[in-house]
């Protein structure tokens, strides 16, 4: 596993790689990372991750600084997974002194995660195009978990011809339904016997949808009655179009992304499921 700092490291070993499958992270492995680098492993002759925890995709009042970075441990994860390539860049690196470019893709950006975290977006949107132009991959690989970043990437490298293709991999749970993530450890005793609740109301959608109910608001109240239950705060509950993630008020052939964000204290949990 060549572990490499800079752009031109990248570029010099690049070619070697064949048909090469990218998985982006911000570190913190855990399994959802892993499967990942397991189904790019799959497709692809190589696979090649980057560990880069983002400053521009994180507002000020946000944890950049107390964001978890044990990168021993996930060197030794992704060794063990037989990633050819880690690229471990420097902030200084991606946003060399003089740097002044940013990416804004539109509407889709705006809602849900980009209402709440004004600029999250576009700062996710420039480094992965970043990324996308240093490590030339074949493939890159993101997790349906962060449903509006798939969408959002899908709509960046549309608009601006990037020649990837993008490939979505599911959610992978704990046994008790909480989705995996890196700030699943800032969560209290309390506030993790209680977060598996963000699943159960999905799963309470997904049964109702099952039995026939296509107004999206009484999805809505079923999951917030779920999450009501528990001291988590709501920032939202989305029903929205698969492919724009603009709210609809009734389901229709094309189906739902129903995602939520839950604050338990100063940590917030997203989750979210496919509908149709
Ligand atoms: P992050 O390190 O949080 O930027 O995540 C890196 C990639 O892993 C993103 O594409 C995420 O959507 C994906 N990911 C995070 N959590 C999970 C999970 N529980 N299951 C599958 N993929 C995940």
Redesign the pocket.
Known sequence: MRIVRTVEEVRAVRPSLGRLGF??????L?D??M??VALAAERCEAVAASIFVNPTQFAPHEDLAQYPRPIEADLAKLEAADVALVFLPAPETIYPSGFDTRIEVGAIADRLEGAVRPGHFSGVATVVAKLFNIVTPDIA??????VQ?TRVIMQLVRDLDIPVEIAI?????EPDGL????RNIYLSTTARAEAPALHRGLCAAEDAYAAGTRDANTLRQLIEARIRQTKGVIDYVSIADPDTLAELEVIGAKGAVVSLAVRFGTTRLLDNVILG
């Open positions: 998985v982006p992270t911000m570190g913190a855990h959802g990372h499967s990942l690989f993101f997790g349906q978990k962060d970043q991999g599911p959610t992978i749970r989705a995996l993530s890196s």
